[in-house]
């Protein structure tokens, strides 16, 4: 890993699901483009924190809805519950940014961290989950082909 990462994207965060793991490589991009902001100086650090912390909630939010139509079309059990985890997480990350754009003190390399550590903790649990409800019912004959399931 370079010093201008904080994460390193590495095939074990995989789920088989091509258009997924592009959007969940995507997201450590966008993990580590924060990180990069995070190493300038006070000022610099802030503003572009600021500019690009408004492009990872697009995406992410982007991201969460495109799982949770495929989860909803394959007709996922945990569809809620983990729907409540990407709003709760939404939710977070909106209030940590709204406190620090009103001038609250914060240091966005805890939250670079803070969003790394949540993003590739819910791959490796909550989206492996419905990755093996997916390949399970592909097993049983009840789904055709994982590809077919992109909604993009």
Not at 130 to 147: C, D, F, H, N, P
Request: proline residues 2%; aromatic residues 12%; charged residues 30%.
């Amino acid at each position: 890993m370079d010093s201008n990462s904080i994460v390193e994207w590495n095939d074990r965060f995989l789920i088989g699901i091509p258009f997924i793991d592009k959007q969940h490589k995507h997201l450590v991009d966008i993990t580590n483009k924060l990180y990069v902001g995070c190493l300038k100086g006070d000022e610099e650090a802030r503003a572009y924190f600021l500019r690009t912390i408004h492009e990872a909630v697009d995406y992410t939010k982007y991201h969460f809805l495109a799982e949770e139509r495929l989860m909803h079309r394959i007709g996922y059990p945990e569809l809620m519950s983990h729907k409540k985890q990407h709003e709760d997480f939404i939710r977070e990350i909106i209030r940590e940014v709204n406190s620090f754009g009103e001038g609250r003190k914060f240091v966005p390399n805890l939250f670079v961290r803070y969003l790394r550590d949540w993003v590739l903790t819910h791959i490796a649990v909550s989206d492996k989950l419905y990755a093996v409800y997916i390949y399970t019912l592909k097993k049983q004959g009840a789904l055709e082909s994982v590809t077919a399931l992109q909604s993009e």
